[in-house]
């Protein structure tokens, strides 16, 4: 609290912040905006047909952990990639 209006204190400082929030403004509007050279070298969107039990599975996960689903599955699979793991598959006869 500074006081009251009247107190030539407060008023001082509320005009330097206001000055300070207009020269903010000012420095960004003068600004060039470009795009993030990596934002491509992050993700890629596809479409891709999973199971719903599959999907279920990880939205399950997404609600205990806090973590949206998507992103657990691109962490998931990430590891496979990481750990470099195959996959062992075997048809019955």
């Keep these: 609290h500074f006081g009251p209006q009247s ?3 407060r ?3 509320l005009s330097k912040v206001i000055l300070m929030e207009e020269e903010k403004e000012g420095d960004l509007s003068k600004m060039k905006s470009r795009r ?3 934002a491509k070298q992050l ?3 596809l479409t891709l047909r999973v ?3 599959v999907i ?3 939205k399950a996960m997404a609600e205990e952990t806090g ?3 998507q ?3 691109n962490l998931y699979l990430l590891d496979c990639v990481n750990s470099q793991r195959t996959l062992q598959l075997s048809w019955e006869t």
């Design 36 to 38: 993030n050279p990596y």
């Design 67 to 69: 973590i949206p689903y």
């Design 7 to 9: 107190d030539p204190a």
């Design 56 to 58: 279920a599975y990880f």
């Design 11 to 13: 008023s001082n400082l």
């Design 71 to 73: 992103s657990l599955i």
């Design 43 to 45: 993700k890629k969107q």
């Design 51 to 53: 199971s719903p039990d």
